[in-house]
């Protein structure tokens, strides 16, 4: 029965006392213009704080403002109500109970709980058999704190009514914000009650698939109906392949095919070919056990990838995560856990990574009184609130609190349960940070590398104060380019964020036993017998380090000397060192297929690493320096119309082209700017166009260069067309002062990157200190955000130069054959020992696998 509504007074008083609804309507009718009833469009946040990580699960529950529909714990909704004055606020609290035993001691039978009204995730580390569940809803009126139990239809004035129960309904605010990429709930197949299945007698072995009409080991799809095990095409998860299961289907017309390796006793991914989506199917159980598949008993990968998908990398899996090593748990600040959320593992590793940082601990955490006061209406929309927010959550030890015992035998006597909360779920950071992004924003699995750089980017333009905390990072690498023909050089500089290392695998200690090792597996594949144990390519980390400094070929090298293109090579050393060190191992490359490919090898990373002897030195006596004239731009006749009214029209881009691109697995936008800077000219063309940029930090961002711009920046990417001498071509400044941006700006941009337009413009945005006055440009003493414009002494980037000596105190490590699959884990060295970061598990780790990371941190020591 539902209980009636009461008005009671200030929390801690001695009555309580119903009161006439005329009395409640009486109290209500100041604060009736703020309610407001949730509209479509509007965001309700109501299972997580804006501030914390405090939902109604938390002690103090949670309290919806009924006028912007923010949440707040306890600690927070008296800043909310103090800076905006709304006072109404719905309290939701979830209680959580022992249920009553029955008369053989065992718990009643189950039945529908209707007093769970709140779309909550429920705790992993209760018995839902044991306890019951019961969630409570109250209107709250600041500053004296009335409370209003809910539901109250008879007392309360109509629109509280339907404010409160459009609030109590609404959905989550994720799936508002992107249907399709988020939360996309999928719908039931029309064919999976009455499905047809043939009695044919196939039967699916565990492991050893391939497709039928060609020799493809993954992304492999079982239809349903014949038991037909095909290869699939670019649907909706990004993989590659030749089509086969499409084919079948048209030449078949069996509706329902499942993908291999993503099957779990939770169900797996379905696709209709007959309804052209992504489908579930409520009898998948009994569709699988139909071929000889016990979907109870299979246990997936984060990847959507069995292990026996990944059969030779089992290892891999297993080492990394330290697996069958009793890990003891760590508890406390410092040692929080990122939830996952469905493929968030590189978002969670890089953040665990960059909170262990000293510099981004105080400018974030550090200023939190600051930034919390000060931040804007919808702090959920505001960078440097909500990284405020994460670093504190895992930071501060209040959601990383280990079990004591007395406490869960008073609660247990209480006959309530205080759920302990360990782990904070990183939902609203990432809806913020992958806002418009069409990777980042997506539910698949993502690079960690490219979002280590685009979280740089996001901190680079939401800077705090005079102190960037991403300026630990930064760096200036040397280029020495010289022609091969007149021996003549130029030097030039770049800003860089890591340290890219090269594998060497031609230096690899055991080729013997890796030769021998590839014969015992194709071997056993054609006999299909089971595979030998992995051996790895050993990789010295010296033979890594020479191969980053050693000359490379320079591509349609220009050479000024002879003004004609010329033989031409590249050196990069460091004009300065960064105070941390990013070292990212290139383990992903593309095979003869094109499909993405990752290199298992083991690398000796030390844990003392000295580069003092990469320290770029200049113009040498003797060397003669290139002249300073810039090449000409020349644009073949045949295609030359065609490009430029391609580059000032996006919207004309040949999608077949893109298509073509994104079936070989990359990012839908990259192949969309690849299609666009190439004028259209096919989808080789583009192809070459996105090996040279995939390695740039925006390589997968939306395009949004307008029209003029974009063909400028074209021109100079496609036909490597660069301004040399000290003074930037002034088409290309006038480009981007018709942007809107400063004519010294502009010029500064450019001369810090060599000229290229793209590469400017993200300098522009990198560097928010450097503005113009409109009348002159002067020194602001005792202002650490202003620097010094001027053309005549341009101020470069901010470095924080020092000696090349460094100790590795973190590594991310991924497991899977590629980026766009697998799973994340990151490391780091922690009072003395290091600590496992496997999602929301935190242990302390018995034998770090520091040969098989992908990216390392390395913090300076101090000469």
């Keep these: 029965m539902q209980r009636r509504g009461a008005l009671f007074g200030v929390p801690g008083g001695s009555g309580r006392g119903k009161m006439a609804a005329g009395d409640i309507g009486e109290l209500l009718v100041p604060h009736m213009p703020t309610i407001r009833v949730p509209r479509s469009g509007d965001r309700v946040y109501k299972t997580e704080c804006a501030f914390s990580y405090d939902s109604p699960n938390s002690e103090g529950g949670l309290y919806v403002c009924m006028n912007t529909f923010l949440a707040f714990g306890r600690e927070h909704v008296e800043r909310h109500f103090r800076k905006t004055g709304q006072s109404v606020y719905m309290h939701l609290k979830r209680h959580v109970r022992e249920k009553v035993k029955g008369a053989s001691g065992g718990a009643l039978p189950k039945r529908r709980n209707s007093k769970i009204f709140l779309d909550l995730d429920t705790d992993d580390d209760l018995n839902s058999d044991d306890y019951e569940y019961e969630d409570e809803a109250k209107l709250v009126i600041f500053p004296d704190h009335y409370e209003i139990a809910l539901p109250n239809i008879e007392e309360l ?19 508002k914000q992107d249907p399709d990429t988020w939360e996309h709930e999928l719908p039931v197949s029309k064919y999976a009650n009455n499905l047809t299945q043939l009695d044919n007698g196939v039967r699916i ?16 799809w079982l239809n349903l109906t014949d038991g037909s095990v095909l290869c699939g095409k670019w649907f909706f998860d990004s ?30 991914d379905v696709y209709s070919f007959q309804e052209e989506e992504p489908v579930t199917d409520p009898h998948l159980a009994k569709h699988l056990a139909h071929f000889g598949i016990d979907m109870l008993h299979m246990h997936g990968t984060e990847n959507g990838l069995r292990d026996n998908d990944i059969k030779p990398r089992v290892s891999e899996w297993e080492v990394i995560q330290e697996t069958g090593t009793k890990l003891k748990p760590m508890y406390g600040p410092g040692y929080t856990g990122l939830k996952n959320l469905g493929n968030s593992c590189y978002l969670s590793s890089v953040m665990q990574a960059i909170f262990s940082i000293p510099e981004f601990q105080r400018a974030y955490v550090g200023n939190l009184p600051r930034i919390f006061d000060y931040s804007p209406l919808d702090p959920t929309q505001d960078f440097n609130t909500q990284m405020t927010k994460l670093g504190h959550g895992l930071l501060s030890g209040q959601y990383s609190k280990p079990p004591v015992k007395s406490e869960l035998i008073e609660q247990v006597m209480k006959e309530e349960h205080k759920p302990q909360q360990n782990g904070i779920s990183p939902r609203m950071f990432k809806a913020f940070v992958s806002k418009s992004h069409p990777e980042f924003s997506s539910n698949r699995q993502q690079d960690a590398q490219e979002f280590f750089l685009h979280l740089v980017n996001l901190v680079e333009r939401n800077r705090i104060g005079s102190e960037n ?29 890591l340290m890219q290392l090269p594998v060497a695998m031609e230096a690899a200690t055991n080729k013997d036993e890796l030769i021998a090792y590839e014969l015992t597996r194709r071997e056993a594949e054609a006999n299909r017998r089971p595979l030998p144990e992995l051996v790895r390519a050993k990789i010295p980390f010296s033979a890594c380090l020479q191969a980053f400094s050693e000359p490379e070929n320079v591509d349609d090298f220009w050479s000024s000397a002879l003004q004609a293109k010329s033989a031409g090579v590249k050196t990069s050393r460091f004009a300065s060192f960064p105070e941390y060190l990013v070292v990212q191992i290139k383990k992903f490359t593309f095979g003869l297929d094109w499909v993405p490919k990752k290199f298992d090898v083991s690398i000796d990373m030390p844990d003392l690493l000295d580069i003092n002897h990469l320290r770029a030195r200049g113009l040498q006596p003797g060397e003669e320096e290139l002249p300073d004239i810039s090449p000409p731009i020349v644009i073949p006749d045949d295609s030359k119309d065609r490009l430029m009214n391609q580059l000032i029209d996006p919207s004309d881009i040949d999608e077949s082209s893109v298509m073509q691109l994104a079936e070989m697995g990359f990012p839908l936008e990259a192949c969309r700017k690849a299609v666009y800077f190439t004028g259209n000219m096919g989808a080789e063309v583009a192809f070459n166009w996105i090996i040279v940029h995939m390695e740039e930090p925006d390589f997968a961002e939306p395009l949004t260069m307008p029209g003029y711009g974009g063909a400028a920046s074209a021109g100079a990417s496609v036909f490597g067309a660069t301004g040399l001498d000290n003074q930037p071509p002034e088409e290309t400044v006038s480009i981007i002062t018709s942007m809107g941006f400063h004519r010294n700006q502009a010029i500064q941009a450019l001369r810090a990157t060599n000229s290229n337009l793209e590469r400017a413009l993200d300098w522009i945005f990198s560097h928010p200190e450097f503005e113009e006055d409109s009348n002159f440009v002067t020194e602001m ?39 766009m699959s697998g799973h994340y884990v990151c490391h780091i060295k922690k009072e003395g020992r290091w600590v496992i970061y496997n999602d929301h598990r935190v242990c302390a780790s018995e034998r770090p696998p520091k040969d098989l990371g992908y990216m390392y941190f390395y913090r300076r020591i101090p000469s």
Excluded at 157 to 175: E, G, M, N, Q
Excluded at 205 to 220: M, Q, T, V
């Design 239 to 268: 993989s590659g392949g030749n089509g086969h299961a499409l084919e079948h289907y048209r030449d078949m017309g069996y509706p329902l095919a499942v993908k291999l390796g993503t099957i779990t006793p939770d169900g797996a």
């Design 205 to 220: 072995p565990p492991s050893g698939w391939k497709c039928a009409r060609c020799d493809l080991r993954e992304n492999l």
């Design 781 to 819: 003493e005792n202002n650490a955000n202003a620097n010094i414009i001027s053309e005549a002494k341009p101020e470069g980037p901010r470095v924080k130069d020092g000696s090349g000596m460094y100790e590795l105190f973190a590594f991310i490590s991924h497991m899977g054959t590629s980026t």
């Design 469 to 497: 905390p991403s300026d630990v990072f930064r760096f200036l690498v040397e280029e020495r380019i010289q022609c091969c023909q007149t021996r003549k050089v130029r030097y030039t500089e770049r800003v860089d964020y």
């Design 157 to 175: 004035p109509a629109l509280v009514t339907i404010a409160c129960d459009a609030v109590l309904s609404s959905k989550s605010p994720y799936r």
